[in-house]
């Protein structure tokens, strides 16, 4: 069993979970989205961050929980200090990209625990219609996915 520290756990987490490519898979399944799509990508970012939280926060002891999240926060807050691409400006406005996905991942958190739930949220926020059952099964494997990935590691 590999030994972390919760903020490298965070770190990992954040780091493999929420990698743009497989945020750009995800969105690509909402079909009436084009591809690539920035914004998209983005929304899904921050409802997988979530996600991540809520599985933390619902394993680990409040101290230990609390010290990944944080990890897991500044990860999402490094990953959008950049320039808005031309989309997520028009979509977002000129603000701080990272405040957007702070807000983004906080309006998350509520659905998290669904997975239905985070894809209908992920579906009013780009104005879509109820997306395909595709999109909940991915925001489902992603649970089980952190719950082993954590399994796997003893936490200091």
């Not at 929980?65 to 990890?71: D, H, K, T, V, Y």
């Not at 990272?98 to 009013?124: I, P």
């Amino acid at each position: 069993m590999r030994q972390l520290t919760a903020e490298a756990l965070g770190e990992e987490l954040a780091g493999h979970f929420l990698e743009p490519e497989s945020c750009a898979r995800v969105a690509a399944l909402l079909r009436t989205m084009p591809s690539p799509d920035p914004v998209g990508c983005c929304e899904v970012a921050f409802a997988r961050a979530a996600v991540l939280e809520f599985v933390v926060g619902d394993t680990q002891t409040p101290t230990l929980a609390a010290r990944i999240n944080a990890a897991i926060a500044a990860n999402v807050s490094r990953m959008f200090e950049g320039a808005h691409t031309p989309e997520t400006a028009a979509w977002y406005g000129a603000g701080d990209l990272r405040t957007t996905a702070a807000l983004g991942v906080e309006h998350y958190r509520g659905a998290a625990f669904w997975s239905d739930r985070v894809a209908k949220t992920l579906a009013d926020r780009l104005g879509l219609p109820r997306p395909a059952g595709a999109v909940a099964a991915e925001f489902s494997a992603l649970t089980e996915a952190v719950v082993v990935w954590i399994t796997k590691v003893k936490i200091r």
